[in-house]
Structures are given as structure tokens and as C-alpha cells.
């Protein structure tokens, strides 16, 4: 009996069922090893050497499968077929003979499927093969490099930029494509232009419009109307002289379909349709691939295996009819510049099993439609159409005007697949393919109804979505298949950037890191030498290159990068931040010619600050005589609270003032001003998942009425409270603390949900256990599990955060689930909290004169 390992116990169950009983399928849950996350874990001094660990949770997984080769002597590697599965093998491999779990007689193979269909894994084991060092080799160069810019550069940041999480190989360079689009977006000044159309009549009574393309006998440019005086002058023009039909033209066209995904166009379409991200877009493709539904999520290859061409023909003509077919197989090229992963395209494994066979969960199902009908359309007939042309001109051809039109002649692929687009397109454009036109003959009149000027400005560029960011990585050679979802996630994980309405937009840390690397480590963000490095390592996969020459050619002028940061001070350094940036911080205007002047005191000089939260804001070089700050871009993320004034809120009971502010830690509220009796008025920060637009007076005044007493603990009758300290939200009993997740529940936690939160702390110290259901009620519609507990005061239901006490009059074991989502509904608080009624109260008359805000002291910590 052979013992066969792949990734998943998904996949290891998938497989069983098609090899039966004399096979032992295990998984080894991903990487078995890694390098322990300390300095020293790859010496460049000795030849690269690497040392690697098995993981504490791998141990487990590796000693099942030692223990299973203690009565089989043949082992079987299917992992996946790229170069991670590739490496994930061979770490297990020297993983088990470490621990002698392979022996001189057990035999090794390895075998690889781009599908998870019985014919696949069937004909893979009649192909094995050994390891290809090869593409284990180009991993361990990626794993090499990355670890090398991690634990070498990340520690200067940290000394030198305060605050600063870490840097990497692939993700500076995509922070800083966020970043600079920011800054193209900040530094746009939007530009006027006009257009004219006019509504036109043919003598049979029908109506089109057409736009002014030609004026006094030349074309006009898209700025040539720059103002309304120039507008309405070519209006005038156009009223002033009668128009007739110069000349129709029409002639066929066709689209071609789209190639099928591979994993970038999967992953930017699902954002396009869906609002995936590509973490989301890939977790959903894995379980996909892993239940035999679709081949292998991770490629660059958009090529599709012959079978499955005919297969999809058969299927379009079976659905759709032979006119849908084209005669011969479409093939489509392949552009990326080394396709070097699983080379299939993403398809389904059965083009007969249309989404509405499968029953897959939400994700699943929308992803798996869409990857259905892109294959499809993908080896469909073309769409064709008739496209017309119309001129219109006045007699002296001083004025012409264009109408176009478009008709579907036959919908091809369309009648299946349309691909979505992205607002890639900077400008307002023209639509050249405008609806069907009435009939028009050449020579006839064309009569004035109406003509209209229209008013643009020119449009800044769009902020990167996660597609259109993986789009411009790859066009740029940047990253690889199987890396752009954790490039993606790990910039926002770092808190470098932040997403806001499916778009990212850097947060200042983001944006020093980018300026810092830029000064100092410039070489190691050119989008050039990156994607230069990427080709490299692929040369190590088709055994062009040696990795360790690589790595060599690389350390070398690397270490010397760093050796030249050893002495810089952090004033260095900032003053170095505040040149690059000052074009960004302090923009000159006509109305501000002095932008580095102190708004406040007017004599001081504006310069960046940074807190060792890793915030950062503009402070006054007369502090602390002058306490004016402001945040880098003027204006906070979520409203505008800049300034030394804050944005007011209302008033509370007393009418004293409640402002939103920013300092040099973040966003804060504040009650009153700073004044000579009041050198430090109540504060209380914004935590970090919080949504500044949310923060109303209400919300404000919660918040600012922190620590809130929950109630006393049932077992020892002392208080329970909730805060915002230095880690975030969290409640409190005795000396115990607990952390809340989500900010937003700080404001409304309740005793039973408090003490759970308190019990699972002390469970994880080794005190109290967690608290477990009495019974399981059912799934909650929105998915979750609904169970019923006892507490200290009484039975109640809970649904992820949502605690509901049962009422008195029901008894534990009658609540039924309908009742317990009632309960939970009315439990469940608002998405938004709604205002106080402000300005009830005026303020009062006679008050100190406000002083400049103060810069605050660690408000994220809630001092």
C-alpha cells in the first residue's frame, strides 16, 4: 500500500475517493517547514545557507505520515503542480528522512494533476517522476531574497522611521504604486473643456444626435472649447447655417471573446463583478480546485488542454446551436513573459456541469459561474455588428458634425460572457459605439431640433482597486500568480494602506515608508530592476541561472545599501522625508504662496513629525510654544477634523464643545478647548477599525465617557468595565483584561457577552474553561452557528457578538431557533448610532479665549 501526501485534507478526501483502498492519502497541511523568523536564518557568509524548522503545528502532520511509512515503502509527493508544491515536497521529503522515516528500500515518487478528476490523478500516477530540484532551487532564491529584504531591512525601518512595521521585496514596490497614484490624484488640477451636441430630424420625422467634430473647417481638439463663451459661439454657429447629410457610411465589424482566466483576469474580474478581493477571489478558486471542480487556480497560462476544447464545443453547440461554433478551436498566446507556473488556463474539469448542477456556497458558486461561462464564451463564435458613420455639414463646411451608431448583427459569445471593464480610461470619452440610428440618406436635410453645450473637467486618475493594482503588476512583470493575493493583503495587513469603497489609498505610515525607501533604498523599488530580479529567478526554473550566483550579484550591492543607512539620525532622516514630500505636504498656491508658514503663529516653520505609534503630522517649529498640527494631506481620513480647532460636533448638556481632531497618534475627540484653567481637556481616541464618518456627538460623548461600567461580576460581585487602552478596546475585571475585537461593540457589550470574553482569557491562561453552548440552536441565514447558554443571569442566545437574553417567562428548553433569531434582530445594534439632536444648547456667553489645540499626548493609548 502506497502512502500518497498532498496539501489539504480537502484534496487528500477528493483523491481518496478516486484511488480506493490501496492507497493511504494524507495531508501535510501546506508547508511542513520554514525558516524560524530571527536573524541568522539564511547567513550569506556561508554560501546561503539556510536553516529551516518544522513547525509546531506541523509536527503533528509529519509524524502521521512517518508513522504510516512504517508499514509501506512507497511514498507518493502530490502536491501541486507549481513551483510551492514543487518545494512543499521536498521540505516534507527532508522532513521524514531527518526523522528516518524513509528508508533505503521505500520508494519516492513524485506526480502532478492540473485537475482533480479521477482521469487526471489516474494518469499522473502512471507518469511519476522525481523532484525537479530545479524548480525547488528557484523557490528557495524567492524564500532566500525575500527573507534577506525582510530581516535586514525591516530593522532600519524600525529604528530609523519610527513606527514602521516592515518592508519586502514585491510589497514596497506596490505600496509605492499606491502611493504614487495618491499622489498624481493630489497633485490633478482639473481642467475645463465643452462639448456640443445637437439633436437632428430626418424628413420622415426620426431623431439622432450627433457631436460637433469640425469648427470654421477644422477639427476641433478636446480643449479647443476651453470655456462657455467658446461654446456658445460654436452653438451659434451651428443655429446659423442649415445642415444636410454629407455622407453614410457603414461596415461590419466583430469582437473576438476573451481568453480564459488565469489567475490575475480571475482575479480582477471577480473584483469587477463581484467586489472580491484577491484573497477572497483565491480562497474561494482553492476549495473549487480541491473538490474536483476546476483545475489549478495559480497560473499564467491561458492555454486550455484539447479535450477540453473539444468538450467545450460540444457543449456550446449542444446549448446554443452549431451557428455558435466556429469552424476550427480557438487558440490563444500565452503573453506573459515566463510561463513558468501550471501552464493550463483556470476552466471547469466537466464543461457539462453548468453552475446550476453544482451546490456550492455563495462564493463558490458566483466564482465557479463565472469561470463556467468564461471558458465557453472563450471558444465561441464572435459577436459581429454593423457599424455607421453619419457626417453632417453645413454647405460652406465650416460646421460638421458625426453620429455614430452601432447594431448587433449576431451575438456570439455575448449571448454567454461579457467582460467587465475597469476605469482605467482617465479622461471623459466619447462613445463610438452608440445605439441604432433611424434611416439615413446621404443629400437629404438635416433639421436643427436642439443644440445643447455640455460642460466636462478632466478626471484624475482612479485609485488602484485590488484588480487594477494586480493588472499593473503584472504589466509591469511584478509578482507572480501565486503571490499577488498575500502582496495585496499583506499592505493592508501592515496598515500601510487602507480600502475604502473596494479602492486603496495609502495611510501616512504607507507613505513614509515609500518616501524613506525611495531616499535610501531607491535601486530596490524600481519597478525595472524588480521585475528584472523576477526574470532572474525564473531563469533558475528552467536552469539558465544559478541561484546562488543570484543571490550573490544581489547581497553584494544590498549589504552595501544598508551599511550606508548605520549612521543616519532620525533628523537625517526626516528632513530628508520632508524634501521629497514637500511637494505633496506643502503645495504652493496662489492662495497659500508660503505654505510652510505656521498657520497658527505665523513666525514658526512647518515640518513632518512622527509619533512611535508610527502616525505622522505636520507640527510647528515653535512648539511648544505653538501646538499647531495638522495630518500629512490636510484632511483625515473619513472627515475633515484639521487645523487647531478640530471639527466641531456639537455641544454636550453643559454646552461645552466636542471636536474631532488629529495629532501626531491618530484621531481623537475632545471636550473643550485647551486654556489656561484647562491645560488638558478630556480626550478619548478613535480605535483603529472604527469609522471616522460614524463618529457623530452621540458616539462622541460615548466615548469620551470611558471607562463604562458594565455591571458587577456575578461571581465575585466585582466591577466589570469597558475601555480604549494602548492595544485597542477591551473590558476589564480585577486585573484581568480581555480584548474586543471589533471597536464598535466597546459602546454596547453586555454582562454575558463581557464575562464569555473574560472566561476565554482566563481559559487561555489556564484558568476558567470557555464558556460552551447548552445546545445548538441551528446556523444563523447570515451564516455563523446560534447557540443557547447559560449565564449568570439566566439563559441567553448567541450569534457571533450578539448576546440575547432568553426572556423569563420561556423556559431554556423551549427556544426554538425562529425564536432566537428574533431575539438576536432586536438585540442587534444599528449599523450607525443615531446623532443627538446638537446645538440645543448654545455656548455659553463668556469663555477663556481658546489657545492653539495641544498637541495630545498618546491618545490611541486613552490617557
Known amino acids: 500500500m502506497a502512502v500518497v501526501v498532498v496539501e489539504s485534507p480537502a484534496k487528500a478526501k477528493t483523491i481518496n475517493k478516486y484511488l480506493g483502498q490501496d492507497y493511504i492519502v ?56 507549481d513551483r510551492e508544491g514543487e518545494a512543499i515536497s521536498w521540505h516534507l521529503l527532508e522532513a521524514l528522512t531527518k526523522r528516518k522515516a524513509i528508508r533505503k528500500d521505500t520508494e519516492v515518487e513524485r506526480v502532478v494533476f492540473n485537475a482533480i478528476t479521477k482521469n487526471a490523478v489516474t494518469t499522473a500516477m502512471e507518469n511519476p517522476r522525481q523532484i525537479d530540484m530545479e524548480l525547488v532551487e528557484a523557490y528557495l532564491a524567492r524564500r532566500a531574497l525575500d527573507y534577506l529584504v525582510g530581516f535586514r531591512l525591516s530593522p532600519v525601518l ?111 474580474e471577480a473584483s469587477r463583478k463581484f467586489g472580491f478581493g484577491a484573497r477572497q477571489t483565491m480562497n474561494a478558486a482553492q476549495r473549487l480546485y480541491e473538490a474536483g471542480h476546476i483545475t489549478y487556480m495559480r497560473t499564467d497560462g491561458i492555454d486550455m488542454a484539447p479535450e477540453a476544447v473539444m468538450a467545450a464545443r460540444e457543449e456550446i453547440g449542444r446549448r446554443y446551436g452549431a451557428d455558435y461554433v466556429p469552424k476550427s478551436p480557438r487558440m490563444y498566446k500565452n503573453k506573459a513573459k515566463n510561463a513558468q507556473e501550471a501552464h493550463e488556463c483556470i476552466r471547469p474539469t466537466d464543461m457539462g456541469a453548468s453552475p446550476e448542477k453544482l451546490r456550492l456556497e455563495s462564493d463558490q458558486a458566483r466564482l465557479y459561474d463565472l469561470i463556467w461561462k468564461r471558458s465557453l464564451a472563450s471558444q465561441m463564435e464572435a459577436a459581429r455588428f454593423e457599424r455607421t458613420v453619419i457626417e453632417v455639414t453645413s454647405a460652406d463646411q465650416a460646421v460638421g458634425l458625426r453620429a455614430t451608431g452601432q447594431v448587433v448583427t449576431f451575438d456570439g459569445f455575448l449571448k454567454v460572457y461579457t467582460e467587465g471593464r475597469d476605469d482605467e480610461d482617465f479622461e471623459l470619452v466619447d462613445d463610438e459605439d452608440g445605439g441604432r440610428l433611424p434611416r439615413i440618406v446621404a443629400g437629404e436635410p438635416a433639421d436643427k431640433r436642439r443644440v445643447t453645450p455640455e460642460q466636462h473637467f478632466t478626471q484624475a486618475p482612479p485609485r488602484y482597486t485590488e484588480a487594477t493594482l494586480v493588472k499593473r503588476m503584472e504589466e509591469l512583470g511584478i509578482g507572480r500568480p501565486s503571490t499577488y493575493a498575500s502582496i495585496v493583503s499583506t499592505i493592508q495587513e501592515r496598515d500601510y494602506v487602507w480600502k475604502d469603497k473596494n479602492r486603496l489609498l495609502p495611510r501616512d505610515k504607507g507613505r513614509l515608508v515609500t518616501a524613506f525607501l525611495e531616499s535610501y533604498f531607491g535601486r530596490y523599488l524600481d ?85 512611535r505609534s508610527g502616525g505622522a503630522f505636520i507640527g510647528c517649529s515653535n512648539y511648544p510654544e505653538c501646538r499647531y498640527t495638522r495630518p500629512l494631506a490636510g484632511e483625515v481620513e473619513g472627515g475633515d477634523a484639521a487645523g487647531p480647532d478640530g471639527k466641531l460636533l456639537g455641544y454636550d448638556d453643559d454646552g461645552t464643545p466636542v471636536s474631532l481632531r488629529v495629532g501626531p497618534y491618530g484621531l481623537y475627540v475632545q471636550l473643550g478647548e485647551v486654556t489656561e484653567e484647562t491645560p488638558k481637556p478630556k480626550r478619548a481616541s478613535i480605535p483603529k477599525g472604527m469609522d471616522p464618518s460614524t463618529v457623530d456627538l452621540r458616539r462622541a460623548l460615548d466615548m469620551l465617557s470611558l471607562p463604562r461600567l458594565i455591571g458587577m461580576h456575578p461571581e465575585d460581585g466585582e466591577k466589570v468595565e469597558a475601555s480604549i487602552g494602548r492595544f485597542g478596546p477591551y473590558v476589564k475585571h480585577g486585573k484581568v483584561y480581555a480584548n474586543i475585537k471589533d471597536p464598535e461593540e466597546v459602546l454596547t457589550i453586555g454582562m454575558n457577552r463581557a464575562v464569555e470574553l473574560l472566561a476565554q482569557k482566563a481559559a487561555r491562561g489556564g484558568g476558567r474553561a470557555a464558556v460552551k453552548p447548552i445546545r445548538v440552536l441551528g446556523e444563523h441565514p447570515e451564516g455563523g452557528e446560534i447557540g443557547l447558554y447559560e449565564g449568570r443571569y439566566g439563559p441567553y442566545v448567541k450569534w457571533e457578538k450578539v448576546n440575547a437574553t432568553v426572556p423569563k417567562e420561556t423556559a431554556p428548553e423551549a427556544v426554538t431557533l425562529d425564536q432566537a433569531l428574533e431575539l438576536i434582530a432586536a438585540k442587534r445594534p444599528a449599523k450607525k448610532t443615531a446623532a443627538r439632536k446638537t446645538a440645543a444648547k448654545k455656548a455659553p456667553a463668556k469663555k477663556a479665549a481658546p489657545k492653539a489645540a495641544a498637541r495630545p499626548k498618546k491618545v490611541a493609548s486613552g490617557e
Not at 524600525?158 to 498624481?184: C, D, F, H, T
Open 158 to 268: 524600525w529604528r530609523k522611521l519610527p513606527g514602521a512595521k516592515s518592508a519586502g521585496r514585491v510589497q514596497s514596490v506596490a505600496l509605492r504604486l499606491i502611493v504614487e497614484r495618491e499622489m498624481e490624484i493630489e497633485a490633478f488640477r482639473a481642467r475645463e473643456y465643452w462639448s456640443v451636441k445637437a439633436l437632428l430630424g430626418t424628413p420622415r420625422g426620426d431623431a439622432f444626435e450627433a457631436r460637433l467634430v469640425t469648427l470654421d473647417g477644422k477639427k476641433l481638439d478636446k480643449f479647443d472649447l476651453g470655456d462657455e463663451a467658446a461654446a456658445s459661439r460654436a452653438v451659434a454657429e451651428i443655429n446659423g447655417r442649415d445642415l444636410a447629410v454629407g455622407s453614410v457610411e457603414s461596415k461590419p465589424a466583430s469582437r473576438n471573446p476573451a481568453a480564459p482566466f488565469m489567475t490575475s483576469t480571475l482575479q480582477q
Open 26 to 81: 494524507l495531508a501535510s497541511y501546506g508547508h511542513v517547514r520554514d525558516l524560524p523568523p530571527k536573524d541568522g536564518s539564511v547567513d550569506p557568509d556561508h554560501d546561503f545557507e539556510m536553516k529551516w524548522e518544522v513547525a509546531s503545528d506541523s509536527q503533528k502532520h509529519v509524524r502521521a505520515i512517518a508513522e504510516a511509512l512504517k508499514d509501506d515503502d512507497k511514498l507518493i509527493l502530490a502536491t501541486d503542480p
Open 527 to 611: 519597478y525595472n530592476f524588480t521585475a528584472d530580479l523576477e526574470e532572474d529567478l525564473d531563469k533558475v526554473t528552467t536552469g539558465a541561472e544559478d541561484w546562488k550566483a543570484l543571490l550573490a550579484r544581489f547581497w553584494k550591492d544590498f549589504s552595501a545599501a544598508l551599511g550606508e543607512t548605520a549612521e543616519l539620525r532620525i533628523t537625517d532622516v526626516l528632513e530628508k522625508i520632508n524634501e521629497v514630500l514637500e511637494p505633496h505636504l506643502f503645495p504652493v498656491t496662489p492662495e497659500d504662496p508660503e505654505p510652510r508658514r505656521c498657520k497658527a503663529c505665523g513666525t514658526g516653520r512647518l515640518s513632518l513629525r512622527t509619533a
